[in-house]
C-alpha cells in the first residue's frame, strides 16, 4: 500500500527533553511538510522540503528541527526551545509544487508534555 | 496570504445535500480553490479542487462562482460518515496551503 507512515502515534515529551517523530512515504513524492494542529484550530506549517538535502521554515519553525536525507523520510525533532509542544503533528507529502498539487496526510502523532 | 471565510459550523439531515460555502475574495487568477475534510484525530483528506470551472468527482462537486469570489461544495448526499470538519484552503505567500479553522460540518440522522 502506498502512503505515509507516522510514529509512534502517541508521544510524551519530559521537560528539557528533545523527541523526534518519525514520518516516511512510499509515494515517491518530492515534496514534505510538517504541521501542527491545537485543539480546535486549523493547521500551521511548521517546515516544509521540497527537494532531498533542502527544506525551509514554515510559519512557526521556532524550537523545532528537521532533516531530508533520503526521499522518503523527513523527521521532525521537537526540541527543549519549543515552551509549549503539546499538540497534533500532522506530516504531509505531494508532487512538487506547481499550483495544482495535492497533499497526503499521515495520520498524525499526538504529543504530550508529562 | 490567500485568505478564505468558512461558517464555523453546519448541520445537515442524513441523505441530504451538503451544501459548504467558502469565500476567498483575495486569491489570484492562477490559484487554484482546494477542498479538504478531517475526521477528528486523523489526517487531512483530499476531497477535491478547482480553478475555474465547476468540477465533480466520486465524493462531491466543487461550484466556483464565475468571478471566483466564492465556491461550494457540494455532497450530494450526506451519510453520517461524512460528518468532519471541512476545509476550504488558500495558498500563502510562500506557496503553501493554508488551512484555517473550516467548517464543521455535522450530519445528523
Known amino acids: 500500500d502506498g502512503g505515509i507512515t507516522q510514529s509512534p502515534k502517541y508521544l510524551f515529551r519530559k521537560e528539557g527533553q528533545n523527541v523526534t517523530l518519525s514520518c516516511e512515504q512510499n509515494?515517491?513524492?518530492?515534496?514534505m511538510y510538517w504541521y501542527r494542529q491545537d485543539p480546535g484550530q486549523g493547521l500551521r506549517l511548521i517546515y516544509y522540503s521540497q527537494i532531498v538535502n533542502d527544506f525551509q521554515k514554515g510559519d512557526i519553525a521556532e524550537g523545532y528541527s528537521v532533516s531530508r536525507e533520503k526521499k522518503e523520510s523527513f523527521p521532525l525533532t521537537v526540541t527543549s526551545a519549543q515552551k509549549n509542544p503539546t499538540a497534533f503533528y500532522l506530516c504531509?507529502?505531494?508532487?512538487?509544487?506547481?499550483?495544482?498539487?495535492?497533499?497526503?496526510f499521515g495520520s498524525g502523532t499526538q504529543l504530550s508534555v508529562l | 496570504d490567500a485568505k478564505t471565510t468558512q461558517p464555523p459550523s453546519m448541520d445537515c439531515a442524513e441523505g441530504r445535500a451538503a451544501n459548504l460555502p467558502c469565500n476567498h475574495s483575495?486569491?489570484?487568477?492562477?490559484?487554484?480553490v482546494y477542498w479538504y475534510r478531517q475526521i477528528h484525530s486523523q489526517g487531512p483528506q483530499y476531497i477535491i479542487h478547482g480553478l475555474k470551472n465547476n468540477e465533480t468527482n466520486e465524493m462531491a462537486s466543487l461550484i466556483i462562482t464565475e468571478d471566483r469570489k466564492s465556491s461550494t461544495l457540494i455532497l450530494p448526499h450526506a451519510t453520517l460518515r461524512d460528518t468532519a470538519v471541512y476545509y476550504c484552503i488558500g495558498r500563502g505567500s510562500q506557496g503553501n496551503l493554508i488551512f484555517g479553522k473550516g467548517t464543521k460540518l455535522s450530519v445528523k440522522p
Open positions: 504531509a507529502s505531494s508532487t512538487p509544487w506547481t499550483y495544482n498539487e495535492k497533499l497526503f
Open positions: 509515494l515517491n513524492h518530492d515534496a
Open positions: 483575495t486569491i489570484s487568477g492562477n490559484e487554484y
